[in-house]
């Protein structure tokens, strides 16, 4: 659609650039993104949280390896299974779940359990914001549709399981 336009407005070339540089720089965010997100779970297994197999590092290069063909992978048989609209949706609806939502949430608790000389940090109207942006993220999950929000929450129940049958195994909280 931007090519069409920039075609009209400045020709032929102009757009073929344009459009060269538009999937440079798609191009460029997804090939950054799956390298950060690889440290996630390499950092995890690193900490000893996840699986060992996670915390290899190429034997030259010196990266994660293992989590980046496994991330690699997962991504592939996504793009495979479901329509690039359908995948960003449901990346939208659980980053609001577990990261948006679950850290207003996770900021509520921290502030009830920690006093003021642990924790100084100051926001105005406090709890207000907090519970706002919670509605408000809320709402933009409710826009995402029924079977993305499901699908969202079996995944973070489907984590929950393997965190609390992992914790069992290794005497973590709460079991031990």
């Known amino acids: 659609m931007i090519s069409e336009f920039i075609e009209v407005l400045m020709g032929h070339t102009a757009a ?7 999937l440079w720089v798609a191009f460029a965010s997804v090939f950054s993104a799956t390298l950060g997100y690889s440290r996630i779970p390499y950092a995890a297994a690193e900490d000893g949280e996840f699986f060992k197999v996670f915390a290899k590092l190429h034997p030259t290069k010196n990266f994660p390896y293992i989590s980046l063909l496994f991330l690699g992978s997962v991504a592939f048989i996504f793009s495979m299974l479901f329509k690039l609209s359908e995948a960003i949706s449901a990346i939208l609806a659980m ?7 679950g850290q207003a949430v996770g900021l509520l608790i921290l502030r009830s359990k920690k006093n003021k000389t642990e924790f100084p940090y100051k926001m105005p109207l406090f709890p207000v914001p907090v519970f706002v942006a919670i509605a408000m993220w809320f709402f933009i999950l409710i826009s995402t549709g029924s079977k993305l929000m499901l699908s969202g929450l079996v995944v973070i129940f489907l ?9 069992k195994i290794q005497k973590e909280w709460p079991f031990h």
């Open 16 to 22: 073929t650039i344009i459009t060269c540089l538009i």
């Open 159 to 167: 984590g929950a399981i393997v965190y609390f049958i992992k914790a």
């Open 95 to 101: 980053r609001i779940m577990i990261q948006f939502i």
